[in-house]
């Protein structure tokens, strides 16, 4: 923040009419002209350098990265540097795991609820956003109830697919710090499926990534009701091609069986069904090892996924005692075109 020099408050007198004031100018300017004169005489450049950045320190200090400072860019939207410094303050207080105090907490859940300041651009809100959401993780004053509750509502009204988007990821991170209790957990679980079952969500394949994760203890359950979700949504051409991919690789073994119909299927996208083969090859048996042999002489497209199946089903198969693959991440390379 630039901070002005204020003027000084002695008086300006008015120049008089007199006679003798053109000899004055003259005099003053001629005064003025020396001064330069010997000044430029008796200066190097570098000292003038020195002399403008004192004067230009003298007049720009940098925002405190103070909790004043950060209510000051939520209740007026701030500048380019307090900005900076408050998203500084927010970020220190996680790395040092400070409580943020009811005044603070309190200010920041009114941020999250109301979208923040007017004048703020799309990706300094969604960066406020996430380390607010972050500092108000370390030690919620109620267990983490409200803030999760309000993620939720984040997750399925807000404007911006991003800020829903990190609404889920910090749900699943208070899921992770046992955060999330009874009886919103369940609450969680149904609007998940809600979002998961929309064909307009552009976060339902995240939403569908979370389900299968909370509180599943087995990727055996072939009756499992979101893993047959998923199945719905990965076979639904209606939907998103990405979403269908994450949707595919949330079915477990439920969705070998249609894994092995859409990788089959030319008409399908080619991303979708080098997901499909690679699934086989994590679950398939050895009556898929001539599918996916075949598939390599398709093109190089469907070669590149098929190859590197064929090499973990023959392993699979070679040791069937081994352990099961871990579940599909949030991002693989399956889902590069």
């Avoid at 098929?306 to 949030?330: E, G, K, M, Q």
Wanted: net charge neutral; proline share 6%.
């Amino acid at each position: 923040m630039i901070h002005e020099i204020p003027p000084t408050r002695q008086s300006i007198t008015p120049l008089r009419k007199t006679r003798r004031l053109p000899g004055l100018i003259t005099a003053g300017v001629a005064a003025m002209a020396g001064a330069i004169a010997f000044f430029s005489h008796h200066s190097t450049s570098t000292k003038k350098d020195e002399i403008l950045q004192e004067i230009q320190g003298a007049t720009t200090l940098d925002p405190s990265e103070t909790f004043d400072t950060l209510r000051d860019v939520i209740r007026t939207g701030g500048c380019a540097a307090t900005r900076d410094a408050a998203i500084a303050w927010l970020d220190r207080q996680v790395r040092e795991q400070k409580p943020l105090g009811i005044q603070c907490e309190a200010l920041l859940m009114a941020m999250l609820e109301h979208g923040g300041h007017s004048s703020w651009q799309s990706g300094f809100r969604q960066h406020i956003y996430n380390s607010a959401c972050n500092a108000l993780r370390v030690r919620p004053t109620d267990g983490g109830t409200t803030l999760a509750l309000q993620l939720l509502r984040n997750a399925t009204t807000d404007p911006d697919r991003t800020i829903r988007l990190y609404a889920l990821q910090h749900i699943d991170s208070m899921r992770l710090a046992s955060q999330i209790k009874e009886p919103i957990n369940a609450e969680i679980h149904v609007t998940l499926e809600q979002i998961a079952a929309s064909s307009d969500s552009e976060v339902s394949g995240t939403a569908l990534v979370l389900l299968t994760q909370w509180g599943v203890t087995s990727t055996e359950e072939s009756s499992n009701p979101v893993r047959e979700l998923a199945e719905t949504v990965a076979a639904d051409r209606k939907r998103p091609v990405d979403v269908r991919v994450t949707a595919l690789h949330a079915t477990g073994p439920v969705g070998l069986k249609l894994s092995r119909l859409l990788a089959a299927d030319v008409s399908e996208p080619i991303i979708l069904r080098k997901a499909a083969i690679a699934r086989i090859g994590r679950l398939g048996d050895s009556e898929d090892l001539e599918i996916l042999d075949n598939m390599r002489s398709e093109n190089s497209r469907i070669e590149q996924a098929a190859r590197p199946a064929l090499i973990a089903l023959r392993a699979r198969i070679a040791s069937p005692d081994s352990p099961r693959p871990v579940p599909y991440p949030l991002t693989s390379s399956y889902t590069t075109p």
